[in-house]
């Protein structure tokens, strides 16, 4: 059997309630040193996910850009300073700018799958949900590639920490 990801996941997972403004979310990822988050409702199921690349998407420059509507063009201009746009967004809800299709697995799910799945799709990370939709852990890159290395030199790890036992 293949080993499932549920063995060597991470549990301590960073995540924002669905009713988080923007600026909740930036504060979130500035203090947990992360660069994404998911976004739960009141039952931990996963409703979406915002990444900084998200919210650089949101305060950046936009290039001019003519809009075609039958007869006439409307020419969009990006007149905002940074520090508008910045202040613009801070009280709006996460949702506005959180993908919300979010590729879950369970912790059954094979760890080779799950490699595969991170790659292709080019994801630092991915949800595991439980039966029932809820999350219940995360799959980094990072921790697979740790697993790894503990199989290349036979580590055996601590069931709590994941870290290898001496």
């Known amino acids: 059997m293949k080993a499932p990801i549920g063995k060597i996941m991470d549990?301590?997972?960073y995540t924002c309630p669905v009713t988080a403004t923007?600026?909740?979310?930036?504060?979130?990822?500035?203090?947990?040193?992360?660069?994404?988050?998911?976004?739960?409702?009141?039952?931990?199921?996963?409703?979406?996910?915002?990444?900084?690349?998200?919210?650089?998407r949101a305060v950046s420059k936009q290039k001019t850009r003519s809009i075609y509507g039958g007869d006439s063009v409307m020419v969009v201009y990006d007149d905002e300073s940074f520090e508008?746009?910045?202040?613009?967004?801070k009280e709006r809800n996460v949702m506005e700018l959180a993908a919300r299709k979010?590729?879950?697995?369970?912790?059954?799910?094979?760890?080779d799958e799950v490699a595969r799945i991170l790659s292709k799709k080019k994801f630092k990370k991915i949800p595991i949900i439980d039966e029932e939709g809820k999350l219940v852990g995360i799959a980094r890159r990072a921790t697979i590639v740790r697993y790894i290395f503990n199989l290349l030199f036979d580590l055996k790890l601590d069931k709590d920490t994941k870290e290898p036992v001496k």
């Open 11 to 13: 549990t301590d997972v």
């Open 22 to 56: 923007l600026g909740d979310v930036v504060k979130i990822l500035v203090e947990k040193e992360v660069g994404g988050l998911t976004v739960v409702d009141e039952e931990q199921h996963v409703t979406g996910f915002i990444s900084d690349g998200d919210i650089m």
């Open 84 to 89: 508008q746009k910045v202040d613009a967004f």
């Open 102 to 111: 979010v590729f879950c697995v369970t912790e059954s799910h094979p760890i």
